[in-house]
C-alpha cells in the first residue's frame, strides 16, 4: 500500500511570478534551508521560459518516532528532482524524493495554474516506503510531515513573492 498526500494552495502571484520564483536557485536554496535542511547542493538546476529542472540532495532532520530512528537515523540525506513545464498560465511538474537508506519514496505532481488575480498551485503526492511490518507506519509519518513542510513552504513562499 501507499498514501496519498494532496494539497491546494491559493496565491495572490500570477503564473509569471510563479514561474519567476521556481526559476531563481536562490529561492530553492532559501526555502530548503528555511524548513532546516542543511548541506543543500545542486546537481542540476536549469531553467528557461517553458522548462524548469532541479535536482537536489540536502540533509533534513529525521522528525520521527523513535522506531523510525532505527531505521533512518537522526537525519535524512534526500535527493528530490522537480520538473516543471509551462504552456502560457498551465504549468504542469512533477517530484521525485528520495531518502538514502529508505526503499521507496515520495513521487508526486503539482499544477499551477491561474485563478482571478492570482493563481493556485496544486500537489499530488504518492508516498511508498517498502519495510515489512513497519513501511505503512512510515508512510504515515512521512505524510504528516509533508503536509507540516507544505504549511511551512507556503508562509515562506507568501514571503519570497512579498520581497521578490
Known amino acids: 500500500m501507499s498514501k496519498k498526500f494532496t494539497n491546494t494552495d491559493p496565491y495572490d502571484a500570477t503564473v509569471d511570478q510563479m514561474w519567476a520564483m521556481l526559476s531563481d536557485e ?26 524548469i529542472r532541479v535536482v537536489n540532495e540536502r540533509d533534513v532532520p529525521a ?9 533512518v537515523g537522526e537525519t535524512n540525506h534526500t535527493t528530490h528532482t522537480e520538473t516543471y513545464s509551462r504552456a502560457g498560465d498551465d504549468v504542469s511538474g512533477t517530484a ?40 505503512d507506519k512510515l508512510e504515515g509519518v512521512m505524510k504528516d510531515e509533508t503536509a507540516s513542510n507544505f504549511k511551512q513552504e507556503k508562509v515562506f513562499n507568501d514571503q519570497w513573492l512579498a520581497n521578490h
Open 63 to 71: 522528525d520521527l518516532p523513535s522506531f523510525a530512528k532505527k531505521i
Open 26 to 51: 536562490a529561492y530553492w536554496k532559501a526555502k530548503y534551508e528555511s524548513l532546516g535542511a542543511e548541506n543543500v547542493t545542486f546537481t542540476t538546476f536549469e531553467a528557461s521560459d517553458t522548462e
Open 96 to 135: 521525485d524524493i528520495r531518502i538514502n537508506y529508505v526503499p521507496g519514496g515520495m513521487t508526486g505532481t503539482y499544477k499551477i495554474r491561474a485563478a482571478g488575480d492570482g493563481s493556485t498551485w496544486a500537489a499530488d503526492y504518492d508516498i511508498k516506503v517498502s519495510i515489512p511490518m513497519v513501511g
